[in-house]
Antibody
Framework: QLQLQESGPGLVKPSETLSLTCSVSGGSIYNYYWSWIRQPPGKGLESIGYIYYTGATNYNPSLKSRVTISIDTSKSQFSLKLSSVTAADTAIYYC?????????WGQGTLVTVS | ELVLTQSPGTLSLSPGERATLSCRASQSISSSYLAWYQQKTGQAPRLLIYATSTRATGIPDRFSGSGSGTDFTLTISRLEPEDFAVYYCQHYDNSPMYTFGQGTKLEIK
């Protein structure tokens, strides 16, 4: 059974860079798209962006200037960096398999900007 | 920019009742690209339905989806206690990004 696990700091200071990693186990990272999605506390879901196993990326235009998603196929991991964070970036961050339709999700990790 | 509006915001029903959740798109969309997710408190969303009416693997047949154009519906035929959650509709297609609705909370009456 495919499993995804987010990891990274739960607290980030304003203006700094948020960094998260998603570890994929129980299945191959190859031949799939991998995404990051976030959810501010008590609010709805927002796309951040995705990466193909080849390294091709696409980002939400509203975050594009601050987002970098990368992948390390040798480690079966992909990562998110979000720069210049503010309190508005406080959210649960999910990693998921897929470009736009998601049937496998990580459990999510809360990142607070303060 | 496509906007998905879900209604009602909150739906209060009892176990055994039928639930009907609505998702309205700001412009006509292909029924091939409309999905529904269920999110329980403290959990990640779970894919229920894609392509408007196709149930994802392992989803009980009490969940069904329908609709076309701008109006889509998720129906839960007979509510079980574990069905009380927040439900999101989502539009996805071949364009780079996708859109979620704001969610409908299904609560126990």
């Amino acid at each position: 059974q495919l499993q995804l696990q987010e990891s990274g700091p739960g607290l980030v200071k304003p203006s700094e860079t948020l960094s998260l990693t998603c570890s994929v186990s129980g299945g191959s990272i190859y031949n799939y798209y991998w995404s990051w999605i976030r959810q501010p506390p008590g609010k709805g879901l927002e796309s951040i962006g995705y990466i193909y196993y080849t390294g091709a990326t696409n980002y939400n235009p509203s975050l594009k200037s601050r987002v970098t998603i990368s992948i390390d196929t040798s480690k079966s991991q992909f990562s998110l960096k979000l720069s210049s964070v503010t309190a508005a970036d406080t959210a649960i961050y999910y990693c998921a398999r897929g470009r736009a339709l998601f049937n496998y999700w990580g459990q999510g990790t809360l990142v607070t900007v303060s | 920019e496509l906007v998905l509006t879900q209604s009602p915001g909150t739906l209060s029903l009892s176990p055994g009742e039928r639930a009907t959740l609505s998702c309205r798109a700001s412009q006509s969309i292909s029924s091939s690209y409309l999905a529904w997710y269920q999110q329980k408190t403290g959990q990640a969303p779970r894919l229920l339905i894609y392509a408007t009416s196709t149930r994802a693997t392992g989803i009980p047949d009490r969940f069904s989806g329908s609709g076309s154009g701008t109006d889509f519906t998720l129906t839960i035929s007979r509510l079980e206690p574990e069905d009380f959650a927040v439900y999101y509709c989502q539009h996805y297609d071949n364009s780079p990004m996708y859109t979620f609705g704001q969610g409908t909370k299904l609560e126990i009456k």
